[in-house]
Every structure is written in C-alpha cells, then in structure tokens.
C-alpha cells in the first residue's frame, strides 16, 4: 500500500497558519502551553493529519491473541482501508486488503452485513462474484471467467494486497507508509518495560467496540495520560491509583511513546479487585516494581495502553472526523486467570465497575471538545500532573513540521 495523495492548498494553508502559534508548547510543564484549539475542531487540520501522521506512522490495530488459530481471520477499517488479519494455515499472522481484486467489493461487507468479530475459514470469499482467495492472499478460484481470462493467467497477477505490518510483543502495527523506519526504532523504553509482561501470551476477552464519541483522537490520550483529572470525575472509582502518586519522566527526541506510572495506594489495591479480596492473580514475570503501579502508556496515534499488575487494557483509537472517533477496547488477562474458578464473575464486576469510568470519561472529553470549539479556549497553564500533555505536543508537531517541510 501507499502512503496518501498530496494535499489540495487549503488544507495545507491552513495547517500552516493554525502551526504558527505553536511557542512554548513542548517546554516543560511549568511554561508550556497547549496546541492552538484548531488543531482539535479544524476539519482542515484534520486531513492534514490524515497526511502527515496517519498516513506516515506505524498503526497498532490489533492483538495477535485475537486470531488465535490458524483460518482465523479478523475483519478491520484502518483509515477508511478495509482490511484483514489473518493466521494462515502454517500459523503466520498477516495483515491483507480485504478489498477483492476483481471490482472493488470489500470482501467482509455487502450481503449480510459486516461481521461484528473474528470469522474462520481455509478461504475469503468475495460475496460479490465469488471470487476466493487463500489466506496469504492468493487467488485460488473466480467463476465464470474461463471466456475472458482464464483463471490460471488470472492467478499469475492477481493477489490481495499485504500490508506492510510488524508484531510487537503480540501488538500488531501496521503503515500505509512503504518508507516508514522501522517500528522499533521509537519504542526502545516501551520495549524493556513489556520484557517482563509476557504480553504476546496474554488472552484478550471479547473486545469491545463504540462508535460515534464525540472528541478528537488527541484530546483522548491527553485525558487518559494526566492524572490530574481523576481525584475529581472519578472520585471514589480511582482511589486504588491516586493522582499524587503519579511520576513523570524524560521525553526524549526519539522516543515513540509517551507514559508515566502511578503508583498504587498500597501493594493489595490492585484495581482489579473487588469486595476488597484480590479475585485475579498477579500477571507471572512482573518485577516488584511493576507489580506496585499501574501504568499508562500513548503510542499515538492510535494505542492506549494501560498496564495494571492483574491485566492489560488496550483502547484502539478509529478517528473518523476532527471531532469524532470509533473505539475499539481490548482486556487481556494471564491465561491462570482465565482458566481459574469464577473468572467469569469476577470479569462482570470489573466491567461493571469500569463501565463507570468509562462514562464519566466520555462525559468530560465530550464536554471539553465542545469547549475547545469557543473562540475563549484557554492554552494554559498546566499542572505538574499534566506533565506528559507537552510530551504528547512534541511528538505530534515533530510530525506536522516534517510535514509541512516537504510540502512546501
């Protein structure tokens, strides 16, 4: 795949003149300022971004334990691309267009409607015309085309598209980039913290999909990365992890994730329990350190990841506007814990009681994109728990100034 066609002149005028008031953003928390509030509700700005950060970095869409046996093939959109990932039959998992190569039919839309989560089968068949193709993505069978082209030549040519994709202790990131560096390069601290997680071994539960939440793809990981916030929308749900027990660390130039850890009120707190008992055992491996904090971790665009000592939360961003996104959230667990006596139960509490988070999340950022629409938008100043927003900025105007250098 390719990266995305260049930019008509409006669009790139106006991220040239929303980037212009950018001082001060990526200093250190005590002076720095936010991003100008255009780059939050501007649909200019956000074609801009389609080009110059969605377009360019590698995209985490999945978890490999969500195809866990070979034929098992999971439909997904990234950046309005239809495509797959599958786990062949020799137990390679892949990332494949899943828009067939005789018309254009996406091969999991149309008749029937989209599948809702992962399918099985030796084959993807193309409602359309019928048109089949193998896991790796070879053309095996196309009816009714012996008079024009026979399916033989057909074969020698015709194959769906691979995705350019890399695993990341189980994560799966793709580019739509052919020249994108290598994904490790920018995860040189997120790759020795997950050494001891185990994370490509963990079971992810039935994941979890919301559409239509009304904020920018940014203000979602501004939000989930300060703790500042939590003493007051989540009182009485964040107790376990208070704000004060939060620490900051060095942002340096080529780093590709932004993180902190908060440290838990005490060493049985654990924000998986419920009725004040430990119900879900500690993820093995994990150092004492580890063992004693939750921590958030931003892997823009696209991943939110939150590490607790018990499980794994993964929010999977799917902007579809400036102002607008579809999220897919992914638990994972240590498979003891799966397996164990009342896991079920103990699951449906930590819904219940996350659910609750959850809302009052989607209420605030709901409400702070509306207020980034008024032309009395504040830039600052910021709090020492909001010491991570600069990070955020700095990554992000690394990648639009590239941008806009090239396309001057």
């Known amino acids: 795949m390719t990266a995305l066609p260049r930019l008509d002149t409006r669009v790139v005028d106006a991220a040239r003149r929303i980037l ?17 509030r255009e780059v939050y509700t501007s649909e200019d700005f956000w074609e801009f971004e389609k080009h110059a950060v969605f377009g360019r970095e590698w995209l985490c869409v999945a978890h490999v334990g969500e195809v866990p046996e070979p034929g098992d093939q999971l439909p997904l959109t990234v950046l309005d691309e239809p495509v797959v990932l599958v786990r062949d039959l020799g137990g390679e998992v892949r990332v494949l267009s899943a828009v067939c190569q005789h018309r254009g039919h996406p091969l999991f839309d149309g008749v029937g409607g989209a599948p809702t989560g992962c399918v099985r089968g030796r084959r993807m068949v193309c409602p359309y015309h019928n048109w089949q193709y193998e896991l790796d993505g070879r053309l095996v069978a196309a009816p009714s085309m012996t008079e024009t082209v026979p399916v033989r030549t057909l074969r020698e040519t015709v194959a769906l598209p691979e995705v350019r994709s890399e695993i990341f202790h189980g994560l799966v990131f793709v580019t739509l980039d052919p020249e994108a560096p290598p994904l490790r390069a920018g995860l040189r601290k997120l790759d020795e913290e997950l050494q001891t997680w185990g994370l490509d071994e963990l079971v992810p539960m039935p994941w979890d ?3 239509g939440l009304g904020w920018n793809w940014k203000l979602h990981h501004d939000n989930a990365l300060e703790p500042y916030h939590t003493a007051y929308v989540h009182r009485g749900v964040h107790e376990a992890a208070p704000a004060k027990n939060a620490r900051f660390g060095v942002f340096d130039d080529d780093d590709g994730v932004v993180m902190h850890p908060t440290y838990l009120r005490d060493k049985d707190s654990g924000l998986a329990s419920a009725d004040g008992k430990r119900t879900s055992p500690i993820i093995p491996g994990l150092t004492e350190e580890q063992r004693s904090r939750v921590l ?31 999220l897919r959230r992914i ?17 449906r509490i930590y819904q219940e009681r996350k659910a609750v988070a959850i809302r009052q999340d989607a209420e605030t950022t709901e409400a702070l994109q509306r207020g980034m629409s008024s032309r009395f938008a504040p830039r600052g100043p910021l709090s020492w728990m909001e010491g991570n927003i600069p990070h955020l900025s700095t990554w992000l105007l690394r990648r639009y ?4 250098e090239e396309l001057t």
């Not at 212009?20 to 100008?36: G, I, M, Y």
């Not at 823009?300 to 607790?308: D, E, K, M, N, T």
């Not at 638990?331 to 699951?347: H, I, R, T």
């Not at 100034?401 to 806009?404: I, M, S, T, V, W």
């Open 296 to 326: 958030f971790a931003s892997v823009p665009p696209l991943l939110f990841g939150i590490f607790q000592p018990t499980m794994v939360s993964l929010s999977i961003l799917l902007p579809t506007a400036a102002g607008s996104l579809d």
């Open 401 to 404: 100034r590239r941008a806009l």
């Open 20 to 36: 212009s008031d950018v001082e001060h953003c990526t200093d250190p928390v005590a002076t720095a300022r936010l991003l100008p």
């Open 209 to 211: 999909l919301r559409t």
């Open 331 to 347: 638990n994972l667990y240590p498979k003891s814990a799966v397996e164990a006596d009342g896991f079920d139960e103990v699951y």
